[in-house]
């Protein structure tokens, strides 16, 4: 077995020699490759039970959503990490003798250049979310074996694409964000008020009020441009029933 770090692609030239001359050489001699992601997710339960893991594929908008997710985490009393590209490695993580609820994973993409697809895979997240403005890959890797819910920017850049590719694990949604009104199973906006239609019994009916433009404006955030940071961030939240009250009470102190 042969575990690969994120920046060994650099060794490579060409965008094309990345997952195939490689993987090609070892495949031919029955080496196993691992991405640095799935080894940390096959010892995560070697030291008590293991977090859920909520995996974020990294841009400078998701920096945003994270940082804000684990404020309001923080403040939920829901013991919380962020690791992974531009934070501690997962394995430091697992490695502290404290135990977390939650591990934010934040993913380069060049963690996924050796990930496998789902099930051949072994890793299935909470929950994963990406905010990808730009590009045409409609690899759906990232989102694959996802258990809860798929969180994808609607209506922009390639992650719809990427979600209905995905291979999940049964019973996983999509949850869209967006800013518009919201479709059952999506948050986004009603007349300036910000809504929760994902994570509620009666989608079909209700919707929950999370906070309004204004207020969010008053506290400093840049609006509309931090927006859908802000509505990645109450997706990750309220997937582990992080009230809108208390989430509003964060968004209030940016």
Known sequence: MLCLCP???????????????????????GVEIWSDLELAWR??????????????????ETDIAVDLALRIF???SVPTRVVGYGAPPVLDALREPRSYDVLIVQVSRESLVWRQRYPQSLMTPALTVSLQAEGEDASGVFFDGTTRACVYRKGVGPTEAQVQDADVVEGARAIGIGLDSPGMSDIGLVEGIIVDRAFLDDRAHQALEISTLEEVREAGWDIPQQLPALLAAIAITRSRDVSPALIAGVLSLP
């Open 7 to 29: 920046g060994i692609w650099r060794w490579f030239p060409q965008e094309s020699d990345r997952g195939t001359r490689l993987s090609s050489n070892l495949g031919t001699m």
């Open 43 to 60: 010892l995560r339960d070697k030291s008590g039970e293991p977090a859920d893991w909520i995996m974020v594929q990294q841009d400078a």
């Open 74 to 76: 923080q403040a939920a």
